[in-house]
């Protein structure tokens, strides 16, 4: 049981409040989900499972959940400071964090800013290819379907979304990339590409949702663009663990 001040609550505002985990909601790729008393919060719970390739690749990354965890919660504080809302409230231990309850946009939201992964395969262009713009696709979050390129017509037509839900999407995503980036090149990083998800608070406001880490984003090393992500796993390059600690150690010392 993990007393913590629950800052967005406005019926407990102020009040020490006793967070613990209730039932499971959900079971994902990565992650479960658990309420807890307060019908606005939940507790999410990082796991070390890996998967790829809509899952039909499965291992173990040792260590990712506590990483994955840290990070996300690190770069979200950061984010809220350059006016990016996200759901995180409170880290409760190395794994479990509070966050807003929130219904997500299905949508992932993929930002690049150097050509790699499907980006490369798609329109034939060698990875590491330097983009002339940082660009902007989507998702539709639909495992059934292998989660299709969707256009902004498309999502709204699909009512996935708002017209504008989309452009508020659209402002934030770039500004993640542009604090990101900046933040992360100090580190000796690359920020090539990574993906975000949103979600709506029961008031209706849309926040930053899922997670931001080596599993959703690729990092290369600036001298020698080594992988320091989870194409590590993806494509049996070995050291995910490795680099995982490495992204750990450069980003908080740790
Ligand atoms: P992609 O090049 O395979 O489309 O991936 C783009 C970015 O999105 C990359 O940083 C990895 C991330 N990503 C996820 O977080 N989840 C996924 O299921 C996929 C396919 C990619």
């Known amino acids: 049981m993990i007393h913590i001040m629950n800052p967005e ?11 613990e985990k209730l039932e499971q909601l959900y079971e994902g790729k990565a992650k479960k989900v658990f309420a807890t008393a307060d019908p606005d919060l939940v507790i999410v719970s990082y796991k ?16 990712k959940g506590v990483i994955n965890n840290k990070m996300s919660n690190f770069m979200m504080q ?99 990339n542009d604090m990101m980036k900046e933040y992360l090149l100090g580190l000796g990083i690359i920020l090539v590409d990574f993906k975000l998800e949103f979600g709506k608070t029961s008031d209706g406001t849309l926040v930053l949702a899922d997670e931001i880490s080596p599993d959703t984003c690729r990092f290369w090393d600036v001298k020698t663009h080594a992988h320091l992500d989870k194409d590590l796993f993806r494509r049996d390059l070995g050291g995910a663990e490795e680099a995982y600690q490495e992204v750990m150690r450069r980003l908080m010392g740790e």
């Open 9 to 19: 609550s406005e019926n407990l505002k102020g009040c020490l409040i006793t967070m």
């Open 48 to 63: 070390d499972d890996a998967t790829a390739l809509d899952g039909k690749k499965r291992g173990t990354i040792v260590g």
């Open 78 to 176: 950061k984010l809220e400071k350059v006016g990016v809302p996200t759901h995180f409230v409170e880290q409760l231990s190395d794994r479990e964090t509070v966050v807003k309850k929130v219904s997500i946009v299905p949508l992932e939201v993929i930002i690049r800013n150097i050509a790699a992964g499907s980006f490369s395969k798609r329109y034939g262009v060698e990875e590491g290819t330097d983009l002339k713009i940082s660009t902007i696709e989507f998702s539709y979050k639909n495992d059934d379907l292998h989660d299709p390129l969707i256009n902004d017509y498309h999502a709204i037509a699909l009512g996935l979304a708002t017209p504008e839900e989309i452009e508020q999407i659209k402002e934030y995503a770039f500004k993640v």
